[in-house]
């Protein structure tokens, strides 16, 4: 079974300052890592993806996300916060090569204040 | 390019009836998926679509069932409805595996 864990519901940061949301995963092989946010009402929009390679993932928005193997994380940062970056963030998780159900967390609300 | 288009956006049903809900994928994608995001919850993975075949089927019983049309655009069917179905319920598309989901503005199912 694949799981996913954001320890933190909430994550509250500065404007300016850099920030970093939580992810862990448990997968049974290679994963395939996705960010993505959620604005009120809204659905879900793709940040960025770990497929293979560059453990360094660049996405969209200035953010970035780390794989770790041996910890089992793909945290996703920002060297500096902006208010409009306050919103709902999932992590999400699939096995690499043959079934394609994702999982995703419970979501960390990142509120970014002025 | 509308992207990833669903209806309707909100809907209203009693215990017991039957729900459908529509949604066009971005145009060059043929792969749908559907999740069911419960207040305070991530999406849940109901199932996907690709060349109008269910693919894969996460853990959701018979009730749900689906559709996928020639021209790529999917239904979800929901039968017998529980209060506890009330959800938002968002259509996934993509243009192949494992790109990242483009994901619908969703549908808010109410069940009374």
């Known amino acids: 079974a694949q799981s996913v864990a954001q320890p933190e519901d909430q994550v509250n940061v500065a404007e300016g300052n850099p920030l970093t949301v939580k992810c862990t995963y448990s997968?049974?092989?290679?994963?395939?890592l996705f960010w993505y946010v959620q604005y009120p009402n809204r659905g879900l929009q793709f940040l960025l993806k770990y497929i293979t390679g560059d453990n360094l993932v660049k996405g969209s928005y200035g953010f970035e996300a780390e794989f770790n193997k041996s910890q089992t994380s793909f945290h996703l940062k920002k060297p500096s916060a902006l208010v409009s970056d306050s919103a709902l963030y999932f992590c999400a998780v699939r096995l690499s090569g043959g079934s394609y159900i994702p999982t995703f967390g419970r979501g960390t609300s990142l509120i970014v204040h002025p | 390019d509308a992207g990833v288009t669903q209806s309707p956006t909100h809907l209203i049903k009693t215990r017991g009836q039957q729900v459908t809900l529509r949604c066009s994928p971005k145009s060059g994608h043929d792969t749908v998926s559907w999740y069911q995001q419960a207040l305070g919850q991530g999406p849940q993975f109901i199932f996907q679509y690709y060349e109008e075949e269910e693919r894969q089927r996460g853990n959701f019983p018979d009730r749900f069932s689906g559709h996928q049309f020639p021209n790529y655009s999917s239904e979800l069917n929901v039968n017998a409805l529980l209060l506890g179905d009330s959800a938002l319920y968002l259509c996934?598309?993509?243009?192949?595996?494992?790109?990242?989901?483009?994901f619908g503005p969703g549908t808010r199912l109410t069940v009374l």
């Open positions: 996934a598309s993509s243009p192949e595996n494992p790109a990242g989901e483009l």
């Open positions: 997968v049974s092989g290679n994963p395939y």
